[in-house]
């Protein structure tokens, strides 16, 4: 009787059949595998996990394997690397007097050249991507060709703007910043708040306010609100909207009203970038940090990290710091290059040399980034057959992330990238960029460009607002290089792309309502690469693309600079009274 008032044991057979599979997959985690832990990240474990069973096994297996036989590269950061007069630490600045001086970093390729400032597309800032403005007020004070800037004959060297952005930087030879264009978010720094400052304006930099002495600014970006530079000691310094985060200064103030340090940056930094509201920037060892915005992903975290802040609304893990980011991958060895959207595209897997990758160059578009690879040191005594094989394999990679609209990330497929993805062109035919490798990225608001050493350009994404098709992965612009055209400057507006070249020669396309294309009232736009022939026999030193302009240094070193340069029109000063009388632009 009492075997008969024990309590039967039920064992459910749906319950065994899932301790002999989680056994099954125990015992598989212990069996030896190539994948090294270091590379292992929570976001990748639901696609392993997945891929355990059936053929998907073998090729997640073949692709790990391809992966993590990849040697630590040797990286060449020279042109990272600051000169040794302007390597003071910045421990020391506070008892350190600075000094003006024209020292740059070398990589500006060039550092030595100089030249005067020239602008195609609108002059009234305040005016440009407002519907609510009339076409005549838009016309009168477009320039549909490029003219030159009076600024007291001052020479510059660099000339900074974005897709995003109204207004503009440019640096001259001493290390000067001038700023023009909008101001409305005190992007300027320093100035108070204006629809728009006309003409280009001295600006006041960060020891200007405390010293007897000016800072020496080595580069800028900017971003549609904000604005960032980088001085002579490796500093970098914001300004401007900061709505979520985008100045990096480690603070939730909304405006950043003048120039104030960013935080997070571990070493001197080299290279920044801005997209419309994030920004990334490289130090002098060749890592790479972002700050901003993550709502597609441009952070490069591997998230975005969104939540409900009210009804309706959403909002997302925003950085108000810069943070370093690593978290490099790939698509696979299998990943198919002809095909514009396949499941092997979709999946990605970690780089077992993430944690070593330096890179070279960075660029932004609206909502999307780019980044090279910096080259290899790989040494030239080698055999010729395992020089080929090493120079192959060290061949840079080409990486992009954020919004993937248009196909401006180049993968073949419109998806958004949370973590840097290498390109497979670049990456899988080594044999194409051995002797020819990626130098320098470029981007437009939803397109993307790479300068090979060659001068060679390639171009994905799109940039014409019109039906015009998408391209979803790099192609070369054959109109340059079967022409004999070396590209030494590319630049992406919202909705043009502008191509400098070695000889003299400026090329453009897209569309320019403003004018900024350069090619006079009767020319707007045009699909494909045209001469601007206003600039036949101008020197560029220096190319930027704004939100309804573009901007030139135009070099004046000799007699013939400065007979193209006379060819040019110059913006008179009754044009600009007229334009601060009409729209309260201020001076």
Same mark, same amino acid.
């Given at each position: 009787n009492n075997n008969n008032n024990k309590p039967k044991v039920v064992t459910s057979t749906a319950w065994a059949d899932f301790l002999t599979e989680a056994k099954e997959e125990e015992e598989e985690e212990k069996q030896p595998t190539t994948i090294t832990t270091t590379t292992t990240t929570t976001l990748e474990q639901p696609m392993k996990k997945r891929s355990r069973r059936g053929d998907? #096994?073998?090729?997640? +297996?073949?692709?790990? @394997? *391809? $992966?993590?036989?990849?040697?630590?590269? !040797?990286?060449?950061? /020279?042109?990272?690397?600051?000169?040794?007069?302007?390597?003071?630490?910045?421990?020391? #600045?506070?008892?350190? +007097?600075?000094?003006? @001086? *024209? $020292?740059?970093?070398?990589?500006?390729? !060039?550092?030595?050249? /100089?030249?005067?400032?020239?602008?195609?597309?609108?002059?009234?800032?305040?005016?440009v991507g407002r519907i609510k403005v009339s076409s005549s007020a838009q016309r009168s004070f477009d320039l549909s060709l490029p003219h030159v800037l009076p600024v007291r004959n001052i020479l510059f060297r660099e000339v900074i703007s974005s897709c995003n952005a109204a207004h503009a930087l440019a640096i001259d030879v001493n290390g000067n910043l001038y700023g023009w264009g909008r101001n409305e978010s005190q992007q300027l720094g320093g100035m108070a708040a204006s629809p728009c400052v006309s003409r280009p304006f001295l600006l006041e930099t960060p020891s200007s306010s405390s010293s007897s002495s000016c800072v020496v600014v080595k580069t800028a970006a900017v971003g549609k609100y904000h604005s960032m530079m980088i001085d002579s000691e490796g500093e970098l310094f914001a300004v401007g909207g900061n709505k979520v985060g985008q100045c990096g200064v480690k603070s939730n103030i909304e405006l950043i009203t003048s120039w104030k340090a960013c935080v997070g940056i571990e070493s001197n930094v080299s290279q920044i970038a801005c997209g419309e509201a994030f920004a990334v920037a490289l130090d002098e060892d060749g890592y790479m940090y972002t700050a901003g915005s993550s709502e597609f992903g441009q952070t490069g975290t591997g998230e975005t990290g969104e939540y409900f802040v009210a009804a309706n609304k959403l909002a997302f893990a925003n950085s108000i710091q810069f943070q370093k980011q690593q978290g490099f991958h790939s698509g696979g060895p299998n990943e198919n290059l002809y095909k514009a959207d396949n499941t092997l595209n979709k999946k990605k897997f970690p780089l077992d040399d993430a944690r070593q990758i330096r890179l070279a160059s960075i660029a932004c578009g609206k909502h999307h980034a780019i980044a090279i690879e910096a080259p290899s040191s790989s040494s030239s005594s080698s055999s010729s057959s395992s020089s080929q094989q090493q120079q192959e394999q060290f061949s840079p990679r080409v990486f992009t992330w954020?919004?993937?609209?248009?196909?401006?990330?180049?993968?073949?497929?419109?998806?958004?990238?949370?973590?840097?993805?290498?390109?497979?062109?670049?990456?899988?035919?080594?044999?194409?960029?051995?002797?020819?490798?990626?130098?320098?990225?470029?981007?437009?608001?939803?397109?993307?460009?790479?300068?090979?050493?060659?001068?060679?350009?390639?171009?994905?994404?799109?940039?014409?607002?019109?039906?015009?098709?998408?391209?979803?992965r790099p192609q070369l612009l054959n109109e340059l290089a079967h022409n004999g055209h070396v590209a030494s400057h590319a630049a992406g507006g919202n909705q043009s792309v502008v191509i400098a070249t070695q000889n003299a020669v400026t090329i453009a396309w897209g569309q320019g309502p403003h004018g900024e294309l350069g090619l006079g009232k009767a020319k707007k736009s045009s699909s494909k690469p045209i001469f601007v022939s206003a600039l036949d026999k101008c020197r560029c030193v220096s190319l930027a693309c704004g939100y309804g302009n573009s901007y030139w240094i135009v070099q004046k070193e000799d007699d013939d600079d400065e007979a193209a340069i006379q060819e040019l029109d110059t913006v008179s000063d009754e044009t600009f009274l007229e334009l601060e009388e009409k729209s309260g632009c201020g001076k």
């Open positions: 998907n #096994k073998k090729e997640e +297996t073949e692709s790990s @394997t *391809t $992966t993590t036989t990849s040697k630590i590269r !040797n990286y060449d950061l /020279s042109s990272l690397k600051m000169s040794k007069t302007t390597t003071a630490k910045k421990k020391s #600045k506070t008892t350190t +007097t600075k000094t003006k @001086t *024209t $020292t740059i970093m070398h990589n500006n390729n !060039n550092n030595n050249k /100089s030249g005067v400032l020239v602008q195609a597309g609108t002059l009234d800032a305040s005016s954020g919004c993937g609209n248009y196909g401006c990330l180049g993968h073949g497929i419109q998806a958004d990238e949370y973590f840097p993805r290498s390109i497979a062109i670049f990456s899988q035919q080594a044999t194409v960029f051995r002797n020819n490798p990626p130098v320098t990225a470029a981007a437009g608001a939803t397109c993307s460009m790479v300068l090979t050493q060659s001068g060679h350009v390639y171009y994905w994404g799109k940039h014409k607002s019109n039906n015009a098709e998408s391209v979803m």
